[in-house]
């Protein structure tokens, strides 16, 4: 059982940056692949970023390569988005997951664990 909670979200200005948090508790993720994803009313949850803890092996979605960064910190059991460069289209909620068996990491079936979402608002 894994608990995730998400944060920093917030109202930026397009070309801003914002940098989110997920703390996770209730186990060590270091067996675990960590993924973010956002979801905009009316459209489905989709993928943003993950990272397999063990290896430090960061994915992303074609759309933020080059302007987010997903990083993890032992200590804190944490998982971090830096997004920089923001866009009005990168508005969302967005959410944090986790899962320990990942067939694809992009797809969010895959994981077992989520937080309950942080907003991002980008206006131009």
């Known amino acids: 059982q894994v608990q995730l909670v998400e944060s920093g979200g917030g109202l930026v200005q397009a070309g801003g940056s914002l940098r989110l948090s997920c703390a996770a508790s209730?186990?060590?993720?270091?067996?675990?692949?960590v993924g973010w994803f956002r979801q905009t009313p009316g459209k489905e949850r989709e993928f943003v970023a993950a990272?397999?803890?063990?290896?430090?092996?960061?994915y992303y979605a074609d759309s933020v390569k080059g302007r987010f960064t997903i990083s993890r910190d032992n200590a804190k059991n944490t998982v971090y988005l830096q997004m920089n460069s923001l866009k009005p289209e990168d508005t969302a909620v967005y959410y944090c997951?986790?899962?320990?068996?990942?067939?694809?990491?992009?797809?969010?079936?895959?994981?077992?664990?989520w937080g309950q979402g942080t907003q991002v608002t980008v206006s131009s």
């Open positions: 997951a986790a899962g320990r068996w990942l067939r694809v990491v992009t797809t969010r079936t895959e994981y077992d664990y």
């Open positions: 209730g186990r060590t993720l270091s067996s675990y692949f």
């Open positions: 990272i397999k803890w063990s290896s430090d092996t960061s």
